[in-house]
């Protein structure tokens, strides 16, 4: 079992940045990788980027210039730059298992005002 849970959301300015952080905890070795996803309300959850265990990153386009994924031992992060309104949403730590299970945080809500 894994468990994630996600901090760093909050209220920010358009322009601004913010970095979220995901502590995972349980049998996270045993995990072939993290991912960072957000969600609006009535709109699937989509994924941002994602970073396997050896540490290579993957990033959707629309925020590959703005968006850095890191990971320290247990923590995931994720750096946000430049944000803007589209980028209010809520955001998911996941953690993937080799038999294709997803872990789930609870998220961290993310509002960027004009």
């Known amino acids: 079992q894994v468990q994630l849970v996600e901090s760093g959301g909050g209220l920010v300015q358009a322009g601004g940045s913010l970095r979220l952080s995901c502590v995972a905890s349980?049998?996270?070795?045993?995990?072939?990788?993290f991912a960072w996803y957000r969600q609006e309300p009535g709109n699937p959850r989509d994924l941002l980027a994602q970073?396997?265990?050896?540490?290579t990153t993957y990033y959707k386009p629309f925020v590959k210039d703005r968006f850095s994924v890191s990971r320290d031992n247990g923590t995931v992060y994720l750096q946000m730059n430049s944000l803007t309104l589209a980028d209010t949403a809520h955001y998911y730590c996941?953690?993937?298992?080799?038999?294709?299970?997803?872990?789930w945080g609870l998220g961290t809500e993310v509002t960027v005002s004009a």
């Open positions: 349980g049998d996270i070795f045993k995990l072939t990788s």
């Open positions: 996941a953690g993937i298992h080799p038999t294709g299970k997803t872990y």
């Open positions: 970073i396997t265990m050896t540490g």
